[in-house]
């Protein structure tokens, strides 16, 4: 018996309300960042590419079908790296989000679908830009070195 003690692990183990998938996609040591369009939700915001996990789906291939929507390019999905779990201050739903290394053809020329824009960015300058609340974790871990890339 615990004499009362907090279950710090109860909050952690509940399924997550929405679960989110991303890429981290490199070329040329540098990461692929995507911004997001002026009329979405956390406008003009920098994030990873990808997106919700469908019911039915695997994290990996709805990374892969985000990927084709978003960007119009075929990837492979390597490892999950990190994950992490968020709630927005002005959502009741709690997400989980999950990084994934993801590789495409170096000679892939990407489509921008649905962003407003996207840039290949060095690790060290992953801090100057505008990330998603839920991303901000993970970006200060890519630019300490923390994560290996």
């Known amino acids: 018996m615990n ?3 907090p279950q710090l692990t109860a909050r952690k183990s509940r399924k997550p309300d929405i679960t989110v998938v991303a890429a981290l996609i490199l070329r040329d040591s540098r990461i692929l960042v995507c911004q997001r369009r002026r009329d979405d939700t956390h406008s003009l915001q920098w994030e990873f ?3 919700k996990v469908e019911p039915g789906e695997t994290s ?3 990374l892969a079908r985000e990927l084709r929507e978003e960007l119009a390019v075929e990837a492979a999905i390597g490892k999950e790296i990190y994950r992490t779990r968020h709630r927005y201050k002005d959502s009741r739903s ?3 989000l ?3 290394r993801a590789s495409i053809d ?3 020329e990407l489509q921008n679908v649905v962003f407003e824009g ?3 960015a060095k690790p060290s300058e992953l801090p100057q830009y505008n990330f998603l609340q839920a991303d901000v974790e993970f970006v200060t871990l890519i630019a300490s070195g923390a994560v290996a890339l």
């Open 49 to 51: 590419p990808g997106g």
């Open 94 to 96: 709690e997400l989980e």
């Open 106 to 108: 170096p000679s892939a």
């Open 60 to 62: 990996e291939e709805a």
């Open 98 to 100: 999950i990084f994934f």
């Open 3 to 5: 004499g009362g003690a």
């Open 118 to 120: 996207f840039e290949w």
